[in-house]
């Protein structure tokens, strides 16, 4: 099984968010302005005293690393003793490696594809196959239970219409939640922050868009597509 990997990590302890981008850690007894690699509300994954995991940066006269103004990125978070990636590029690395899981007889995948007036993450062909899939990734955890979005979201919204007028169209439509943790009860949308998502979500299911949620295996260097997780719209 593939897996998208880091490369060296490292444990700190979460002070501090002064802005989205950026937030305040202690690591190796020092205080380090880090960069955050999810700009979303992400509260309740980040109280102070939170033990998140750091991917260093590659040193600065490597070919791969471009000038930057921190040296760690924050990628992960211990939440109640279970590590939850929160890395929002994850779930797309994930889904890539995944795809010919996932499908029988993959001949073509190709990235960030163009319908109607949205922008699919993947176009896939499988045989005789087309297919459409759009990934989220999911980090909002309350018992078990896991939810996606954590903020109003349009763009899903309209990722979720779009996907619907693709199946009408004679492809086969995905939505791929990549859980970005190990354990989960089920999937459901969160309701009480948008509830005009999970009414197009509930929607599209019932009109040819097929809705599959995903658990990950998650280690502080690596995250893997593992488990189908139940499924409550």
Do not use: W
Request: charged share 25%; net charge positive; aromatic share 10%.
């Amino acid at each position: 099984m593939s897996s998208i990997k880091y490369g060296i990590t490292e444990e700190g302890v979460f002070i501090s968010r002064p802005n989205r981008f950026i937030a305040k850690v202690t690591v190796n007894g020092r205080e380090e302005t880090v960069h955050v690699k999810n700009t979303g509300r992400c509260k309740e994954l980040l109280p102070r005293g939170a033990r998140v995991i750091l991917e260093k940066a590659p040193p600065a006269d490597s070919s791969k690393a471009p000038r930057r103004k921190t040296q760690y990125d924050l990628i992960a978070v211990y939440k109640n003793g279970m590590l939850i990636n929160m890395d929002s590029q994850s779930p797309n690395k994930a889904a890539m490696e995944f795809i010919p899981q996932l499908f029988e007889n993959v001949t073509y995948i190709r990235p960030e594809t163009v319908f109607g007036s949205s922008r699919f993450d993947f176009y896939i062909e499988a045989g005789e196959r087309r297919i459409f899939m759009e990934v989220k990734g999911c980090t909002l955890e309350d018992n078990g239970v896991c939810r996606f979005p954590d903020a109003p979201t349009e763009r899903g919204l309209k990722h979720i219409n779009e996907l619907v007028t693709a199946a009408k169209s004679g492809y086969e439509a995905y939505i791929l939640f990549v859980i970005q943790m190990e354990r989960a009860k089920y999937f459901t949308p969160n309701r009480n922050t948008h509830p005009q998502f999970a009414d197009a979500l509930k929607a599209a299911s019932e009109n040819g868009v097929n809705v599959l949620a995903y658990t990950c295996a998650v280690t502080p260097d690596s995250m893997v597509i593992d488990k189908p997780c139940k499924i409550i719209l």
